[in-house]
């Protein structure tokens, strides 16, 4: 999907001719990692309230990878401003189990969306910093068994998702850049168990990304 993306934007840049650079498609793979959290779990009886502790698995199938498409408003005359729709794809695994407990994980992801108001210093400057503050949905794949049990295996509107995020961008020249990131987002999971059961948990998960833009002017 990733690469379909970044295949896209650069037939965009192709046809952009001399534009100035407004939108921007970002990709990016990296490192996630996630607090231990409090997870109430009412399940009958084997109802619990337990704190777990969480290997995100960054770097196994499906690996940790992003994508995000901004708009800065330069045209509106605020060229340090920007507004992005953002997606990650992050994972989180117990590690270990409570008791009786044969599958809990979050793997197809705690996959995060997010509307962000991004701000940037020297935007004309090949080297950008920048940060942004993020809205949105965590939209988990709940995957939770007990031992027995029924299997929960489906995706699930769990709730909202706050983000910041900070990073440096490096331009190469008007469409092409890298960038280094951390983002830290909030989401809170309230999410359905198959045969009639809860499970809630407040997940604050850390991602340390580097990533690549393509940059071009949509309507030049």
Request: proline share 5%; charged share 15%; aromatic share 16%.
């Amino acid at each position: 999907m990733v690469s379909k993306l970044l295949l896209a934007a650069a037939m965009l840049v192709a046809t952009a001719g001399s534009a100035s650079a407004e939108y921007t498609i970002s990709a990016y793979g990296g490192y996630n990692f996630t607090f231990d959290s409090n997870v109430d779990v009412d399940n009958g009886p084997s109802s619990y309230s337990k704190t777990i502790s969480w290997d995100g698995d960054s770097f196994g199938d499906p690996p940790y990878w992003g994508v995000r498409g901004t708009y800065w408003l330069s045209g509106w005359g605020k060229p340090n401003w920007g507004i992005a729709i953002d997606y990650s794809h992050a994972k989180v695994i117990a590690d270990p189990k409570p008791a009786g407990v044969t599958t809990f994980e979050f793997t197809d992801g705690l996959n995060l969306v997010t509307a962000n108001a991004l701000y940037r210093w020297n935007p004309d400057a090949a080297l950008t910093p920048y940060v942004g503050l993020g809205l949105g949905l965590s939209v988990p794949h709940v995957e939770y068994q007990e031992a027995g049990g029924p299997r929960t295996f489906e995706y699930q509107v769990a709730g909202p998702a706050v983000q910041a995020l900070a990073g440096v961008d490096y331009a190469f020249n008007q469409y092409f850049s890298v960038f280094g990131e951390y983002k830290l987002t909030y989401t809170h999971n309230d999410v359905d168990l198959a045969g009639g059961g809860s499970l809630e948990t407040d997940l604050f998960t850390n991602q340390i990304v580097g990533g690549v833009s393509v940059s071009f002017d949509l309507f030049k």
